[in-house]
T-cell receptor, first 109, second 116 residues
């Protein structure tokens, strides 16, 4: 899996959009960008993934730059329950995913 | 969809004892992964299976660790003998491999292992 770089922690006010950046400058052409989050004492939860087009689902939006070297996960209206560690991973999926340390997102009331 | 089911949820054992962790993947998924999570090392991939066959066990820390997948709906991770440094949360994940669209991993809620 290609290495990714994320900020260690971020704060966001409840009700605002949370924008989580990720750099994956060494991503190869067939590798996807995956986002997971982990709430304390639970297993990682899949959020969204994409290859080169922007993606949106009921949880979040994923914006991937044209050169695919970075991406942003957007939680449109953050709630306190969105406080978690968010992992950005690039890889093929079939061989497992390598998790880094992620971004600890804290939603402030 | 019941999701990935792991048992037990918590396991406390004494050093030297055998520990067996169990996982039932999502029905229809053909790949299964075992991860370990500690504060120091984060999430580490231990081993994964495709179509019940072990593909890469390079993440297994020692020969004390072994994993099996006797059929598509069941896998075990065994530690024998267990040591205090094996204390961690062990996660199982599954996915459907194949086709042009990568399927994401779906994780269970883990087994918290404490070895005293």
């Amino acid at each position: 899996d290609a290495k990714t770089t994320q900020p260690t922690s971020m704060d966001c006010a409840e009700g605002r959009a949370a924008n989580l950046p990720c750099n994956h400058s060494t991503i190869s052409g067939n590798e996807y960008v995956y986002w997971y989050r982990q709430i304390h004492s639970q297993g990682p939860q899949y959020i969204i993934h994409g290859l080169k087009n922007n993606e949106t689902n009921e949880m979040a939006s994923l914006i991937i730059t044209e050169d695919r070297k970075s991406s942003t996960l957007i939680l449109p209206h953050a709630t306190l329950r969105d406080t978690a560690v968010y992992y950005c991973i690039s890889g093929g999926g079939a061989d497992g995913l390598t998790f880094g340390k992620g971004t600890h997102l804290i939603i402030q009331p | 969809d019941a999701g990935v089911i792991q048992s037990p949820r918590h396991e406390v054992t004494e050093m030297g004892q055998e520990v067996t962790l169990r996982c039932k993947p999502i029905s229809g998924h053909n790949s299964l992964f075992w991860y370990r999570q500690t504060m120091m090392r984060g999430l580490e991939l231990l081993i994964y299976f495709n179509n019940n066959v072990p593909i890469d066990d390079s993440g297994m820390p020692e020969d004390r660790f072994s994993a099996k997948m006797p059929n598509a709906s069941f896998s075990t991770l065994k530690i024998q003998p267990s040591e205090p440094r094996d204390s961690a949360v062990y996660f199982c994940a599954s996915t459907a491999v194949g086709g042009s669209h990568n399927s994401p991993l779906h994780f269970g809620n883990g087994t918290r292992l404490t070895v005293t």
